[in-house]
């Protein structure tokens, strides 16, 4: 485990006056300001669970009850919604994991991203000296890398949990036999078509009159009942040989455009355990991971947002269409330095210092009041400029919270990268499309290397971010982060301007709209912005189009002082609970 760098930081907790507005309608009247206050002297504990179902949600509160720690109720959560929720992530995925430690107050990353197999090239997804349509290339056995969720699990539970790890699959196992009751978002990527429509998904989604499960309907998995249990009974090793790891193979293997994933790739695959990349913000430390993960790219933001330059017009509040404006310049800012620079460490030079460094910080946002298109990357101290690339990530992923009665803490991205990964399906759960996170070309076509260009044993880039947040004395305050492809970045900024800058409550801030700013267009909640504001962002040259990325699923919480302060996306079917 590694210890947050900026633990030892004694400073004196000092209330903010900031403007910013009490709820979360982003309409027409002028909001009252508030006051945000440091965070409170009084210890972070929990239960509290916040989850994209609240079967799972319900799963680890079982675990907490039951005297679990944080990362037990956190396996309990991700088996349930790789049952529930699998058009989002599952045991086929990979995850981001950040676990805080009360006792210790430390804060380890867990990286549970996927690799390239040990033969893939940097064409992987090249067809006839050209790259294969996304579509096509999702679709195909050459999508899917060794799955790293379960294996992270595995490895932060060995150092963070309570109970037993044959302990925590009991619900999902459950539920896979006895069935689960459709939900209505799950019945809409059933319905829909590309991966729910493949011969593995038509299998599994077809009732036994022919018709596809709708909202209401029960759905049993009892191949994922069998899996679960054999999970629980042998541990990681369960997808390492064996009958299961053997059915991924075949399964990747299977016609159109096998891929080359082998049982030796599966075996060879292990998450890491990294220092947490933790950076101070007003009264507060943020942590998250550090590449593959863009969290750098989240810190650069959030240090830009505290400039001298950012700060006046960001405490407008959420009513201001020059404090969204400014928003939606500095993601453009940021999205072209992430875009450039961040890729797996274990490949390529990331000038993480440099992104973050205060000089570098303060020039990049001061570009922004005058930005009126897509921003150029910058160069970052220590940065090798690289070409930027054509990387795409769909939808397909979850976020969870998990406190324990300790007060330790998890914040987990976890994902399958598209609706229903790549549309395969082995030992009763869906395969991930990850590999499609890396540039499909090596180079631009002038011949400059792309730094997230695929290569073997390599992962890919990612936009999930899970968020830590402490106090300078290194107390737990708040932990939380979002799904959304690229956007996540965009959601999680939102989440920490709302609360920690504009001061609403957590899902007042949740239920804002979005704003999502990477090149030249601005994709948003379109139908959440007031006619005034919108009318404004306009004046300021931003034309809100209607968000092509996949929608928030925003969960996490802020400790007030005794309680909780949590929130779950009202976009998705989640839910906050605590006891």
């Known amino acids: 485990m590694s210890k947050s760098p900026f633990r030892p930081l004694l400073v004196a907790a000092v209330a903010l006056s900031l403007t910013g507005c009490q709820t979360a309608t982003v309409g027409d009247a002028a909001a009252p300001a508030r006051v945000v206050e440091a965070p409170d002297t009084a210890p972070a504990r929990g239960p509290f669970v916040a989850a994209a179902n609240p079967l799972a949600v319900e799963a680890g509160m079982a675990v907490l009850r039951r005297g679990g720690s944080a990362v037990d109720a956190a396996v309990a959560v991700q088996a349930v919604l790789g049952l529930v929720e699998p058009q989002s992530s599952g045991l086929g995925g ?44 999702v679709l195909s056995g050459r999508s899917t890398g060794a799955p790293g969720a379960v294996a992270a699990l595995a490895m932060a539970q060995e150092a963070h949990g309570s109970l037993a790890w044959s302990s925590l699959f009991g619900d999902a196992e459950r539920l896979a036999r006895d069935g689960f009751t459709v939900s209505p978002r799950l019945a809409g990527f059933i319905a829909g078509g590309g991966q729910a429509r493949t011969r593995w998904a038509t299998e599994y989604f077809t009732k036994p009159d022919g018709t596809r499960y709708v909202a209401g309907d029960t759905l049993r998995n009892p191949a994922y009942a069998e899996t679960v249990a054999t999970i629980a009974r042998d541990g990681i090793q369960a997808l390492r040989s064996g009958p299961i790891a053997e059915a991924i193979v075949d399964t990747v293997h299977a016609e159109p455009r096998p891929g080359s994933l082998s049982v030796a790739d599966l075996a060879a695959y292990r998450p890491v355990a990294r220092d947490a990349l933790c950076r101070p913000f007003r009264v507060y430390v ?30 407008e509040g959420a009513t201001s269409a ?33 992104l973050l460094d205060p000089d570098y910080v303060a020039a990049r946002s001061a570009l922004a009041p005058a930005s009126t298109a897509a921003a150029m990357a910058g160069t970052p101290p220590g ?21 324990d009665a300790e007060g330790n803490a998890v914040s987990m991205t976890t994902t ?5 990964g790549s549309g395969r399906m082995a030992a009763g759960f869906f395969l991930n499309n990850q ?6 070309s090596p180079t631009t076509a002038e011949g400059a290397p792309v730094a997230n260009a695929v290569a073997a044993g390599k ?18 305050v708040g932990a939380m982060g979002s799904p959304g492809g690229s956007a996540i970045l965009a959601y999680n900024a939102k989440a920490l301007i709302g609360t920690l800058i504009w001061g609403l409550p957590v899902q007042a801030t949740f239920d804002l709209p979005n704003l999502v700013a990477r090149g030249p267009g601005f994709g948003a909640d379109t139908a959440r912005f007031g006619p005034t504001l919108t009318e404004g962002l306009a004046r300021n040259g931003i ?33 906050a609970r605590t006891e």
Do not use: K
Request: net charge negative.
């Open 322 to 354: 020059d404090a969204w404006t400014l928003f939606a310049q500095l993601q453009r800012l940021m999205y072209a330095d992430r875009d450039r620079y961040v890729a797996d460490p274990a490949f390529v030079g990331v000038p993480v210092a440099g």
């Open 286 to 315: 943020l942590c998250v991971p550090p590449p593959p993960s863009s969290g750098v790219a989240l810190l650069q933001l959030m240090a830009m947002a505290e400039t001298s330059t950012s700060a006046p017009i960001l405490a």
């Open 416 to 420: 399958v990268e598209s609706i229903f």
């Open 94 to 137: 990979g995850a981001f994991i950040m676990v805080y430690d009360a006792d210790t107050q430390e804060v380890t990353t867990y990286d549970g991203r996927e690799t390239a197999p040990s033969d893939a090239t940097p064409e992987l997804f090249y067809e006839n000296g050209a790259p294969l349509s996304f579509f096509d290339a």
């Open 383 to 403: 940065g090798v400029f690289r070409a930027p690339d054509g990387t795409r990530e769909p939808a397909g992923t979850s976020h969870m919270v998990v406190v």
């Open 543 to 575: 034309v809100l189009q209607p968000n092509a990325s996949e929608t928030s699923g925003l969960h996490g919480a802020i400790w007030r002082g005794d309680h909780w302060d949590g929130g779950a996306d009202d976009r998705r079917e989640g839910v």
């Open 435 to 440: 590999l499609t996170d890396f540039s499909f």
């Open 459 to 476: 992962r890919p880039r990612s936009s999930m971010s899970p968020i830590i947040i402490l106090d300078r004395q290194g107390r737990l």
